[in-house]
């Protein structure tokens, strides 16, 4: 069965810092992606970052990367420069690519962050 | 270009009755999923449509169906409601058939049931 852990249930980081948040998963699919979504509390899921896991490189987006660390199965999102709007609710989640698998998400609990001034 | 859209925003029930929730996926894409994400939880993978046939489903009773659409719109409905319907339901649109990485939450709508 497929599983996504977040251990921080709430963190804090000050402004302009960077900020890591944890993501270990487990599978036993071969090819999977991995993926980091911002929930504000308006509810809307956002698309931060993915993460095949067959992609030799960390993903990087803007000021979001994916620390991925295969081995370890982990996918630690790295937020740098953190600015306010940056508080929200964050979830890791994956997905498998097996034949029983047609897209869905198998999100973690999350973790909420806030940045203070 | 629009995104994905639910509707409604927001719903209030009672126990027993039953609701339907709506979802226009966005433009080009033809694979609608639902979840369900209770307060402080994350979300939980319900079904996903795909060529107006349901195509996965996850751990939850035949209250919960759906429907979709030939021009990939997609309704959730829930019988019987219960307390712990309560939720904010969240759609999901993809293209290819599910399988592109990219897929675009809408807003969600929030149900509570009294």
């Known amino acids: 069965a497929q599983k996504i852990t977040q251990t921080q249930p709430g963190m804090f980081v000050q402004e302009k810092e960077a900020v890591t948040l944890d993501c270990t998963y487990d599978?036993?699919?071969?090819?999977?992606?991995l993926f980091w979504y911002k929930q504000p509390s308006s509810g809307e899921m956002i698309f931060l970052i993915y993460?095949?896991?067959?992609?030799?490189q960390n993903a990087t987006e803007g000021r979001y990367s994916l620390n991925f660390q295969k081995a370890r199965k982990s996918a630690n999102l790295v937020i740098s420069a953190s600015q306010l709007g940056d508080s929200a609710m964050y979830f890791c989640a994956m997905r498998g690519h097996g034949s029983s698998n047609t897209g869905k998400l198998i999100f973690g609990q999350g973790t909420t962050l806030q940045v203070k001034p | 270009d629009a995104g994905v859209t639910q509707s409604p925003t927001h719903l209030i029930k009672t126990r027993g009755q039953q609701v339907t929730l709506r979802c226009s996926p966005k433009s080009g894409h033809d694979t609608v999923s639902w979840y369900q994400q209770a307060l402080g939880q994350g979300p939980q993978f319900i079904f996903q449509y795909y060529e107006e046939e349901e195509r996965q489903r996850g751990n939850f009773p035949d209250r919960f169906s759906g429907h979709q659409f030939p021009n990939y719109s997609s309704e959730l409905n829930v019988n019987a409601l219960l307390l712990g319907d309560s939720a904010l339901y969240l759609c999901?649109?993809?293209?290819?058939?599910?399988?592109?990485?990219?897929?675009?939450f809408g807003p969600g709508t929030r149900l509570t049931v009294t």
């Open positions: 999901a649109s993809t293209e290819a058939g599910g399988y592109s990485y990219e897929q675009y």
């Open positions: 599978t036993s699919d071969q090819s999977y992606g």
């Open positions: 993460q095949g896991s067959y992609d030799e």
